[in-house]
């Protein structure tokens, strides 16, 4: 079983629709990010976390929104869903050495269309 | 703002030849640089990392870093087909938050 697993996997949904992806991990790491990759564009940070009580934008936060509901869930959603918005969107998880290692662990990705 | 930019590619080498990928970055005193890989369909995982200038070598895999002139490289040595895949430059950019900054990747193609 995957460590960092993320829910649907794949979603088709509507301009206008409120969409959540969901992120749970194993790993036992407090730190958990969002980001999402376009083609050309490569990984940009949404949202990130570092404890259940810390939220903060990343660099394109506007249209999202996340939820820190445990150490172990993290959700993204999108209130009204536009068509920019349809991406390859990852999670991933750090622990506390990510200062020295730099490692990021991802989930295997939720493909976003939004039509 | 913060920037780290590389060459989207393709980088098309030969099987057994040696493949340099590049990355530049905007912040003189960032400290620490790391080179993830992502196979198509997959999800990016961490292959080297690099904090001082210099070479830093790990298998058939050499990071070089100069600071001075900003800019961060992989050399893969002894190209295998299996190395095809999209490499991304990432940086922790001094009082950045402790978060990494991607790059939009560089495509490799190792060719039989």
């Known amino acids: 079983d995957a460590d960092v697993t993320q829910t649907p996997r794949n979603r088709i949904t509507k301009t206008g629709k409120r969409i959540m992806l969901e992120c749970s991990q194993t790993?036992?790491?407090?730190?958990m990010y969002w980001y999402r990759q376009d083609p050309g564009l490569g990984l940009r940070l949404i949202y990130y976390?570092?404890?259940?009580?810390?939220?903060n934008k990343g660099e394109i936060s506007d249209g999202y929104s996340v939820s820190r509901q445990a150490q172990a869930k993290f959700s993204l959603s999108l209130e009204s869903a536009i068509p920019n918005q349809t991406a390859l969107y990852f999670c991933?998880?750090?622990?506390?050495?990510?200062?020295?290692?730099?490692?990021?662990?991802f989930g295997e990705g939720s493909r976003l269309t939004v039509l | 703002q913060k920037e780290v930019e590389q060459n989207s590619g393709p980088l098309s080498v030969p099987e057994g030849a040696i493949a340099s990928l590049n990355c530049t970055y905007s912040?003189?005193?960032?400290?620490?640089f790391f080179w993830y890989r992502q196979y198509s369909g997959k999800s990016p995982e961490l292959i080297m990392s690099?904090?001082?200038?210099g070479d830093k070598e790990d298998g058939r895999f050499t990071a070089q870093l100069n600071k001075a002139s900003q800019y961060v490289s992989l050399l893969i040595r002894d190209s295998q087909p299996s190395d095809s895949a999209t490499y991304l430059c990432?940086?922790?950019?001094?009082?950045?938050?402790?978060?990494?900054?991607f790059g939009t990747g560089t495509q490799l193609k190792v060719e039989l």
């Open positions: 991933a998880t750090s622990d506390q050495g990510f200062a020295n290692t730099g490692e990021l662990f």
């Open positions: 790993k036992g790491h407090d730190r």
């Open positions: 976390s570092f404890d259940v009580k810390d939220i």
């Open positions: 912040d003189r005193v960032s400290q620490s």
């Open positions: 690099i904090y001082s200038n």
């Open positions: 990432a940086v922790n950019f001094a009082g950045g938050g402790n978060k990494l900054t």
